[in-house]
């Protein structure tokens, strides 16, 4: 679209513009712009290489220092290291000073090729021995002690490292006040002191000391060299770094140890070091203060950086290197050097490019100008034949004299201007034709748009016919839903309140138990035809929830054990360790597929084993051995976009399927034929594809008849934190209300009279103050007068439905105040936002949970209970796995004693003192008890010696 403006925009400019313009301005501007980026090019590259070149010079300058650095403060340690040895070994008498002059001048040799100006030792009694290097290379021996009063003598020298002419007595002179001797015996080991001033010089030094021991063990002083800054500088001075670079050595602090500057970085009158931003240096003050502002403080530097920064409009290159030593430095080199030392040769040839580029620039303007005139002459003369053959003049005729193209588009245009007589007479012909296909062709168009509006027309009826179809099947399922919800509801209500009676006979629990299972079996078939109905008319949600997928998949384990058992199979689980635990899907659907699927392997399966695996994916579906190289579908604008994914497979050994029937299973209502001899509707595989296409996922089989089938599919997940799961307390049973709680006030609304009894035996023996209500219009009656806190209304009733009797209620002063909660059989997801509308607080569909009711109730009305957990039904889904293997971990509820007394009674094989124990816990641990006296039953008592042993272990660790 912009190339298309553009292109508009100089055609409508050049049909003003002159042709010679037309043919100048052109590559006048090409030459200019040759020029521009020949200049830039040339300026740019010249720049970069100067920042390469002074950045080689840098580290080639950073290295140079710290190798400089390490030799200088090599040799010190060394020497200190040689004379702490020889004390140890009592090699220098250290009461007599001579013995110590002569180790040093011995040394002095190895002295003269480092920085140092002196070897010295100080003792705990306060005596100083030294060997140092003055100006002009004399070597004196310091001493201070008892002998000398406590004054600093000095001494020359003889060949043997004697003393022989005092040539200086000093002040007072204490080596323990001395900052080597202090740092030295806080640091206990050989360490570098701080930055001081010489004694007698008052120059910047530092110096190398450590503690030093006789043989045996007792301290006896400190051994030191100490280095005079000075050289440092000297050496920095010395080091070539174009015409006004600068280098310098600072401390972590700030101070200045040493810089290429002629100015001392020490204040000789205050005796104290010379912070670097307040040098009289102007490069090593702005570097200095540029380096604070860009790090805060120097301890942030670990390692070599380049920067740089502007100083009176010049850029500046820096570098910064960190040095640290073993003994106590941590200094910082710095190398700074204008960018200018380098740009001088840069900027001239910059110029002579720029003139030689304008000279090229005047040459090309007069040879384009003559060109243009050469060329546009005979272009003019074709210019105005052509505009009197514009003007209704055909008979032109040209004449061009030059280039062989201009002849050549002469004798064009005069053939063109013949052409065009002829052509004028054809076009009217033609004219004249398509007039009459014009007519043709109209008629035409309009027997087809009236043919058009007919078909659509029918369509119209047709889509009309198929949503009044759609409308009466979706409320044929609505009614469908309510009818069969209903009894259904009471059925599990009824069946689930009375087989919690304790005084219950085992043999009427059992009944009452295959009454629930069979109830939970006709609702799996509902909900069945109810999914694949609103899978069909695209109205099934996807309701992603944090959830617990390992406990997910534990739950399934215990519900398909049993039955695997039973058929003498193996049920495997096999989770990879990086499958997450906590993830955010729909756990509803998800649920459904697997039961789907490990319902039917174990149904078709007869001996073997059935197999779940869930492993991460990488974009890609497992089938097998095979890969499914669709990708992952994205869902924009959530945090799906960064979703992961999980592969599931279920690999069974039973019969296995036809090839003939593979492309045929996830149909509808269709049916295998081993499906066939089993019960079912054959929705399940079709529902469980939808699902998992609905979280993201896609499904395939892979079979083999007689070695069984894989099913594999995965799902797009978003992994979230334990923190974002709740917790599911559908294990609590309530047993009674809370004390301190006013009388709750509750009206059941339903016109079945088994649902309103079904409530009132969960609430009246709680506590509650119930009434109920057939219908909307009883229940608006009785709420005039018994004014409740919480209303369940049914939603379909005779007389007054619940949403009109809803909408009367909240109409009132004190039916505002009342919760109202909608009961409903519907499985239609859009009733829910109609419910809401007309006044409900909340919703529930039947069939509900006990704790379904309760849970609402403490949220709308806050009501709180008394509760416990409910240990039948643990202890029934426990009791189902009695016959899984024990771990030492399972007996470690149980007493310490107890252990010891079965342990005592295994080991002995005493069987009756072993089920008298057990006996103990079975009432609390009917589980364990029954696992353990199956042990006991088999004579296994090595398996108990053993567990117990094992925990008893594990504990110990």
């Not at 002095?108 to 021995?129: K, Q």
């Not at 009197?388 to 032109?396: D, M, T, V």
């Not at 589980?927 to 199956?934: C, D, V």
Request: glycine share 6%.
């Amino acid at each position: 679209m912009l190339v298309k403006l553009i292109k508009r925009k100089l055609a409508k400019l050049s049909g003003k513009v002159p042709l010679r313009t037309v043919l100048i301005v052109p590559v006048v501007l090409q030459i200019v712009a040759t020029v521009g980026i020949v200049g830039y090019l040339s300026f740019t590259n010249g720049q970069r290489a100067v920042e390469e070149l002074a950045s080689q010079l840098m580290n080639k300058v950073s290295d140079r220092i710290e190798q400089q650095l390490k030799h200088y403060l090599e040799n010190p340690q060394v020497i200190n290291q040689i004379n702490a040895e020889a004390i140890q070994h009592g090699q220098i008498n250290l009461q007599d000073p001579n013995s110590l002059t002569r180790q040093f001048w011995q040394q002095r040799f190895l002295f003269d090729r480092v920085c140092g100006s002196a070897i010295f030792f100080g003792s705990t009694e306060g005596e100083f021995t030294g060997l140092g290097l003055r100006k002009g290379k004399i070597w004196l021996i310091g001493r201070a002690g008892k002998a000398t009063n406590n004054r600093y003598y000095s001494y020359t020298v003889d060949s043997l490292g004697n003393a022989v002419k005092l040539t200086e007595t000093m002040e007072s002179f204490d080596p323990r006040n001395r900052p080597w001797y202090q740092d030295a015996m806080r640091a206990g080991d050989p360490v570098w002191s701080r930055v001081y001033p010489d004694f007698r010089q008052k120059s910047p030094k530092i110096a190398i000391a450590q503690p030093v021991y006789d043989s045996s063990g007792r301290l006896r002083g400190a051994i030191g060299v100490d280095c005079l800054l000075s050289s440092v500088g000297e050496f920095l001075r010395r080091v070539e770094l174009g015409q006004s670079g600068e280098t310098f050595i600072i401390e972590r602090e700030g101070t200045l140890v040493a810089s290429s500057s002629d100015i001392l970085p020490f204040d000789v009158q205050k005796l104290r070091q010379l912070y670097a931003k307040e040098s009289s240096n102007a490069l090593i003050r702005s570097t200095a203060n540029y380096l604070q502002e860009s790090f805060g403080n120097f301890y942030t530097i670990d390692r070599s950086k380049q920067l740089s920064f502007k100083l009176n409009g010049e850029r500046q290159l820096v570098k910064i290197t960190p040095f640290s030593e073993q003994f106590g430095l941590d200094w910082l080199i710095v190398v700074v050097v204008p960018e200018s030392d380098f740009m001088e040769q840069i900027h001239a040839n910059t110029q002579r490019t720029i003139l030689l580029c304008l000279g090229a620039l005047g040459l090309a303007i007069i040879i384009g100008i003559l060109t243009a005139r050469t060329v546009t002459r005979p272009i003019l003369k074709l210019s105005a034949a052509s505009q009197k053959i514009a003007s209704g003049e055909l008979n032109q005729r040209v004449d061009v004299e030059g280039s062989a193209e201009l002849k050549v588009l002469a004798d064009s245009f005069n053939r063109m201007s013949r052409e065009i007589q002829l052509s004028r007479a054809q076009l009217e012909e033609y004219a004249r034709s398509l007039e009459q296909k014009v007519r043709l062709r109209t008629q035409s168009l309009e027997q087809e748009i009236i043919q058009r509006q007919r078909t659509q027309e029918q369509l119209a009826t047709a889509l009309d016919a198929a949503e009044a179809a759609s409308r009466a099947k979706s409320a044929f399922l609505a009614n469908m839903s309510h009818e069969l919800r209903s009894p259904l509801n009471a059925i599990l209500g009824f069946a689930r309140l009375t087989i919690k009676s304790k005084d219950l006979p085992l043999k009427h629990r059992e009944n009452l138990a295959i009454i629930n299972r069979s109830g939970e079996h006709l609702l799996d078939l509902i909900n069945d035809i109810l999914d694949l109905s609103k899978i069909e008319a695209n109205r099934t949600t996807f309701n992603p929830q944090n959830f617990d997928l390992y406990s997910l998949l534990d739950e399934l384990e215990s519900l398909f054990w049993l039955k695997a058992e039973t058929k003498q199979l193996q049920l495997i689980f096999q989770i990879d360790p990086q499958v997450p635990r906590y993830i955010q899907t729909d756990p509803l659907k998800l649920r459904q597929v697997l039961i789907n699927l490990l319902s039917n392997a174990i149904k078709f399966t007869q001996k073997g084993s059935v197999t779940l695996k869930v492993v991460m994916g990488n974009g890609s579906l497992v089938i097998g051995h095979e890969k499914d190289n669709s990708q992952l579908p994205s869902f924009p604008g959530s945090a799906w976009e960064r979703n992961s994914q999980l592969n599931f497979s279920v690999a069974d050994t039973g019969v296995g399927i036809p090839p003939e029937e593979l492309d045929s299973i996830f149909a509808a209502f269709v049916q295998t034929k081993a499906g066939q001899q089993a019960e079912g509707t054959g929705l399940g595989l079709p529902i469980a594809r939808k699902f998992v296409q609905l979280m993201g996922g896609e499904m395939s089989v892979k079979s083999q008849v007689g070695s069984g089938s894989i099913l594999n599919f995965y799902i797009s997940v978003n992994v979230v934190e334990n923190s974002e799961i709740t917790t599911d307390n559908s294990e609590n049973i309530v047993i009674g209300l809370a004390p301190n709680q006013p009388q709750y006030r509750i009206l059941v609304v339903d016109d079945k009279d088994y649902n309103r009894h079904l409530l009132l035996q969960l609430l009246q023996p709680l506590g509650f103050a119930v009434k109920e209500a057939s219908n909307g219009l009883e229940a608006v009656e009785i709420c005039q007068s018994f004014e409740p806190h919480l209303i369940w209304m049914d939603m379909r009733m005779p007389v007054m439905d619940g949403i009109d009797a809803t909408k009367q209620i909240k109409a009132t002063i004190q039916g505002k105040n009342t919760k109202i909660i909608a009961l409903t059989a519907s499985t239609v997801e859009e009733e829910r936002s109609i419910i809401i509308a007309a006044g409900c607080d909340d919703f529930l569909r039947k069939p509900f949970r006990e704790m379904d009711i309760f849970n609402l109730m403490n949220k709308h009305i806050g009501v709180l209970y008394i509760s416990e957990k409910n240990e039948s039904v643990k202890t029934a889904n426990l009791g189902d796995n009695s016959d899984k293997a024990l771990t030492p971990e399972d007996l470690a509820v149980l007493p310490e004693s107890w252990l010891n007394s079965l342990y005592q009674a295994a080991a002995l094989a005493d069987s009756e003192a072993a089920f008298r124990l057990i006996e103990q816990i079975r009432s609390e641990r009917a589980t364990l008890a029954a696992a353990l006296a199956k042990l006991v039953d088999n004579f296994d008592f090595e398996a108990i010696e053993s567990l117990i042993e094992n925990l008893f272990n594990n504990s110990s660790c």
